[in-house]
């Protein structure tokens, strides 16, 4: 969804813009029901025996990706599940930075979601049971925003804190593979 | 000693060297008894102990405690450990996961060890105890995730507590009784750890011990003080917040408080208390008092009578705007209405910044030039602060913070001190924030540590650069002078940059955010730069 549209926003920048108000109201139905699982122990790593093959991105994953709604829903929960208060907006302090191009555990956002549910063993808290996993999607699609991965139109365009950070929009994207530079 | 002066310190060479095998910041000071020089190291708090009678200083053994992983992800800034202490063939050391640890001091081997703290509420232990006839004085770190605040008094034979006094609460979990006669009216009343707070605020309201506990003898009290209360909001919490951001006197038998001040009642900036009380008996007046000697993180000089908690004097040592002034009369912090955060704002220019104008890195007196030397910062912030929820185990503290630096641009002041006059008789700007303690020599020569690597030796009359030597990686550790088996005085110092405001290189932050690491990234930022993590002894002494 997320490169034909961009594609869209380069060739009629009019009709994207039309397009793109269109995509930031978007839900997703609650009638017909998502699996709303997150996947667990979903892997970090990037050897993969005997194929070499990493497993296929999680079908939930485009649901939240590039989802405003998701995004300005998992932004709240950053704040208000205290996030901000390990990793602040992106650059670390308790917890890893989140910002950069350095992922642990992996940068795909079901691998994201994956630590959140399952918490990591040097201080990432587990959230399953404590968050719904829809919550825990919306979560994981905000985190991808501080390293500039959704696209523009799908992240706010100024900062809802009183922080003196840069804009969404603003964000530079990193590369997402899994990398473990940082110890901590 | 007074083998290295400061005619010769321009002399001084490398002895040896060790590695700790930690790249977090190292805050703690070498410990040297009987040939033997320890070192307890941040998390995992490995425990060595070197062999000072042999060449190149050979390890005898390493105990190693394994404290719990997880234990990282809730100590609010960096994983440091700040000192072990010896006392009869024990050497004694508190864990980051919340435990004190006695290992005798000749094998290795594990004497006892008490859990304290419970990781799961974000309670850490970083302090290096205090030991005093016969009592093991420990306290909690974990001022921003709502851990309450407390210091317990162990058994030194067995590892068992003696007695546990919480400050904030009611009157008989803060150990206050009929012994306690603070000073001034606005400490006297019932349970005011309950009343000078919101309705259970008190329970996760801070308060905590990560700094340093003294011991007067004579008296046979303790003195400590006490961190900030939680959360930074202030507007979450209002009232006077008893009994954090101040200094407690308790009786080191019972625990009980004989009595209190509070530096800042209502803290608005993180300004918690715990810094080291200095222990001199001065000239003041026609009389000999019996003083605590306190460089304040407000940015106050305090002058305290240690028997009754009477303020004699508070002058700023720096820059401060954040505060007017301590009425005498009243023992009470004046402060700058202008600078007081309101949830939902953002409140500018604060001076000093929440690490205070000086933190947590003790300052050293000389009692033969009579003055204090203080190594501290010339930080201020912006202050933003929000609504924070309570969720225990995760971070408590409602506030989206930048640091810089302060008036005249630099970051740090190593200040020469009179407290009698009450003025600075020379001081040295530093670019970066000054993070390790001071040593004062009987020599006349002051060492420190600069987080871009550099230890210094300094004149202790004039503060005159007589000497620098240049280390792997910044320095936040606490220099100390040691005579060895060869009867050389000897200095030794660890190299290893973090904790709070090394942060960003420890803990690899990304300086691109402002707020990371509670604000510090921001003051910091040029520190990826200037240097890299490391963890290494330096010990070094004149030729023969």
Not at chain 2, 113 to 130: D, F
């Amino acid at each position: 969804m997320s490169s034909r549209f961009r594609a869209n926003l380069t060739i009629i920048a009019a009709a994207g813009l039309v397009l793109s108000a269109c995509d930031r109201e978007e839900r997703h139905s609650r009638s017909k029901p998502i699996g709303e699982t997150v996947p667990a122990g979903q892997s970090p790593d990037t050897i993969y025996p005997g194929s070499g093959t990493p497993p296929p991105l999680d079908a939930r994953a485009k649901l939240y990706d590039n989802n405003a709604p998701a995004i300005a829903e998992g932004q709240r929960l950053y704040m208000q599940m205290n996030c901000v208060g390990c990793h602040f907006h992106g650059g670390g302090g308790m917890g890893p930075p989140l910002m950069d191009d350095e992922w642990r555990y992996g940068g795909r956002i079901d691998q994201i979601a994956a630590t959140i549910a399952e918490g990591r063993p040097n201080g990432m808290p587990a959230w399953r049971g404590k968050l719904t996993d829809d919550q825990i999607w919306q979560l994981a699609a905000y985190v991808r925003t501080l390293s500039g991965q959704p696209s523009k139109d799908a992240v706010a365009s100024r900062s809802e804190e009183m922080s003196n950070t840069t804009p969404q929009t603003l964000t530079p994207r990193e590369p997402t593979k899994t990398s473990d530079t940082a110890e901590q | 000693m007074r083998q290295i002066t400061p005619n010769n310190v321009s002399k001084l060479g490398l002895a040896f060297t060790f590695s700790t095998a930690t790249t977090h910041g190292y805050e703690a000071p070498p410990l040297v008894v009987a040939g033997t020089m320890y070192l307890i190291t941040p998390f995992p708090n490995y425990l060595y102990a070197l062999d000072l009678t042999k060449p190149g200083a050979p390890t005898k053994w390493t105990f190693k405690p394994k404290p719990l992983a997880a234990s990282q992800g809730v100590a609010c800034c960096d994983t440091v450990n700040r000192g072990a202490v010896y006392s009869k063939g024990k050497i004694i050391f508190n864990t980051l996961d919340g435990q004190t640890i006695a290992v005798d001091a000749k094998s290795g081997q594990q004497v006892w060890r008490t859990r304290l703290g419970n990781i799961q509420k974000g309670e850490t232990i970083t302090m290096a105890p205090l030991v005093a006839n016969g009592k093991v004085l420990v306290g909690n770190s974990g001022g921003e995730m709502g851990v309450r605040g407390w210091i317990a008094a162990l058994d030194e034979g067995s590892g068992k507590v003696a007695w546990k006094a919480f400050n904030t609460g009611p009157d008989k979990d803060v150990l206050i009784g009929p012994r306690f006669k603070p000073a001034y009216g606005s400490d006297r009343g019932k349970d005011l750890g309950v009343k000078t707070w919101p309705p259970n605020a008190w329970k996760i309201g801070g308060g905590n011990v990560w700094g340093w506990i003294s011991y007067d003898p004579a008296l046979n009290l303790i003195y400590y003080g006490t961190g900030n209360p939680g959360p930074w909001n202030p507007d979450q919490r209002p009232g006077d917040n008893k009994w954090t951001t101040g200094v407690f006197a308790r009786d080191l038998n019972t625990g009980q408080a004989v009595w209190f001040y509070q530096s800042t009642p209502h803290d608005l900036f993180d300004h918690d208390d715990i810094n080291e009380n200095i222990l001199a008996d001065i000239p003041w007046g026609n009389s000999r008092r019996p003083v605590l000697l306190r460089p304040g993180r407000d940015g106050f000089f305090y002058v305290i009578d240690r028997r009754s908690g009477q303020v004699l004097s508070a002058t700023p040592y720096g820059y401060v705007n954040a505060y007017r002034g301590v009425d005498l009369k009243t023992g009470r912090m004046v402060p700058n209405p202008d600078k007081d955060p309101k949830q939902g704002r953002v409140t500018r220019n604060i001076c000093p910044a929440a690490p205070g104008l000086k933190d947590w890195n003790p300052a050293a007196f000389s009692p033969i030039t009579g003055i204090v030397y203080i190594p501290h910062n010339n930080l201020c912030m912006d202050f933003g602060a929000m609504e924070a929820n309570y969720i225990a185990g995760t971070p408590y503290v409602g506030a989206d913070v930048k640091f810089y630096a302060g008036p005249g641009g630099n970051r740090g002041v190593f200040t020469a001190w009179d407290p009698l006059k009450r003025r600075a008789i020379w001081e040295i700007k530093e670019d970066l924030p000054l993070w390790s303690p001071a040593l004062a020599t009987a020599g006349g020569v002051i060492f420190y540590g600069t987080m871009d690597g550099w230890f210094k030796a300094v004149d202790a009359r004039n503060g005159h650069l007589l000497w620098k030597f240049k280390a792997g990686s910044g320095i936040i550790g606490q220099p100390i002078s040691y005579r060895g088996p060869d009867g050389r005085q000897y200095i030794a110092v660890v190299a290893g940059v973090g904790g709070w405001s090394g942060a960003v290189v420890s803990l690899k932050l990304d300086t691109r955010d402002p707020t990371a690491a509670l604000g510090f990234a921001n003051a910091t930022k040029d520190l990826p730069q200037k240097t890299t993590a490391g963890g290494m002894l330096y010990v070094f002494t004149l030729p023969r």
